[in-house]
C-alpha cells in the first residue's frame, strides 16, 4: 500500500517531495541550500559537506579544493546578498555541490543588481581568457594591488576559483523582474 | 610587550605572538568573511614589536589548513610587516610557510608569497 509507485503516482500535495528527492538523485546532487546566506550558514554548510566527502573517504587533496572553492562561491553570494538587503525578497539564493562524471561540480544561483552585471561580466570574461600562468599573474596583482575594495574581496574570489578547478567558470544571466538579474555560476572541479 | 594569544575557531586561525618565549605562529583555517578586522590585532601587535623590540630572531611559522581570498591580502600584510621588523633594530624574520604533503595549492601559495615579499621563506612539508 504504501510503496513507491503508490508513492510515486498518488496526486497528494506532498508529492514534490519525491520529485524532488528523484531530481536530486539522477543530478547525483548532495545537497542544495536555497534561503539566506551569512557566515553561519556557510560554516555549517561547509560542515556538512566536509561530513558528506569525508564519509566516502575522499582524497584530502581533492576535499580541500572543493572546501576552498565552496568558501569562495559562498562569500561571494553573502556579499552580493548584502548588496540587495533593501529589497528583502532578493536575499534569497541557492547553492548546490554535486557529483558527476569523475567531477564535483558547485552550482550558485543568486540575483544581482543591473548596475553590476557589467562589471561582473567584464570579470568573468577576463578570467576565462586567461591560462593557468595567466590567472596566477592576474591574482598575484591584484593582491598586492593595496586597499581592499569596500565589497572586501578585492575580486580575488573568482580568480581564485578558476585557478584551483583548473576549469573555465561557467555562467549565465537570467533577465528577473527591473533592475535585478539571475546569475547562474557553475564551477567543475575534476577528481584527477 | 602584551602577548597575543587567540584561540582558533571554525572559521579563524589560531594565533599566538609572545615576544618574551620567542613564539610566533598562525595556524588552523582562516576563513573569516572581515579579514580586516580580524587580522587588525596582529597588524597593532607587529607595529608594537618593530618599535619596542630590538635583536630579536624571530621564527614565525604559518600552519593553515585553509585560507579564504580575504584572509590572502591580510595574510600578505602581515608579511609586510615582518618585512620592515627584519633587518632593522637587530632583529630578523624567518618565515616558515607549512603545507601538507599532497596540498600543492598550499605550496603554490607559500611561493607566490616568497615571491611577493623579501623574507627568509622556508616551505616545509608536514
Redesign the interface.
Known amino acids: 500500500m504504501s510503496n513507491l509507485e503508490d508513492l510515486k503516482n498518488a496526486a497528494t500535495p506532498l508529492n514534490f517531495i519525491y520529485k524532488l528527492h528523484e531530481g536530486m538523485m539522477s543530478k547525483n546532487l548532495k545537497l542544495i541550500y536555497e534561503g539566506d546566506f551569512s557566515q553561519d550558514i556557510l560554516k555549517a554548510v561547509l560542515s556538512m559537506t566536509e561530513k558528506q566527502l569525508e564519509s566516502i573517504g575522499e582524497d584530502g587533496k581533492i576535499k580541500k579544493k572543493v572546501f576552498n572553492i565552496m568558501v569562495e562561491c559562498l562569500q561571494n553570494i553573502c556579499k552580493h546578498t548584502e548588496d540587495n538587503k533593501i529589497k528583502i525578497n532578493h536575499k534569497s539564493a541557492i547553492f548546490m555541490v554535486g557529483f558527476e562524471n569523475e567531477e564535483y561540480f558547485i552550482c550558485t544561483g543568486n540575483p544581482i543588481k543591473q548596475e553590476n552585471v557589467e562589471l561582473l561580466k567584464m570579470k568573468l570574461a577576463e578570467i576565462n581568457n586567461l591560462d593557468k600562468e595567466g590567472l596566477k599573474a592576474l591574482y598575484m596583482e591584484v593582491v598586492s594591488r593595496g586597499a581592499i575594495s569596500d565589497r572586501g574581496g578585492a575580486g580575488l574570489g573568482l580568480i581564485d576559483i578558476a585557478r584551483k578547478s583548473g576549469k573555465k567558470l561557467e555562467y549565465s544571466f537570467e533577465e528577473m523582474e527591473k533592475d535585478y538579474l539571475f546569475f547562474s555560476l557553475l564551477i567543475r572541479i575534476p577528481r584527477n | 610587550m602584551d602577548v597575543l594569544n587567540l584561540k582558533g575557531t571554525?572559521?579563524t586561525p589560531t594565533i599566538v605572538l609572545n615576544a618574551e618565549e620567542k613564539v610566533f605562529n598562525i595556524s588552523g583555517r582562516s576563513?573569516?568573511?572581515?579579514?580586516?578586522s580580524f587580522y587588525n590585532p596582529v597588524l597593532t601587535w607587529l607595529d608594537d614589536f618593530a618599535t619596542t623590540q630590538s635583536g630579536v630572531a624571530m621564527k614565525f611559522e604559518v600552519k593553515l589548513?585553509?585560507f579564504?581570498?580575504?584572509s590572502?591580502?591580510l595574510l600578505?600584510d602581515i608579511f609586510s610587516k615582518l618585512e620592515s621588523i627584519n633587518s632593522n633594530n637587530g632583529n630578523s624574520v624567518n618565515l616558515e610557510w607549512y603545507y601538507?604533503d599532497?596540498?600543492?595549492?598550499?605550496m603554490e601559495a607559500g611561493e607566490?608569497y616568497s615571491?611577493?615579499v623579501e623574507l627568509n621563506f622556508t616551505l616545509k612539508q608536514y
Open positions: 571554525d572559521d576563513l573569516p568573511e572581515d579579514a580586516a589548513e585553509y579564504n581570498t580575504a590572502s591580502k600578505l601538507e599532497d596540498d600543492e595549492d598550499m607566490e615571491e611577493l
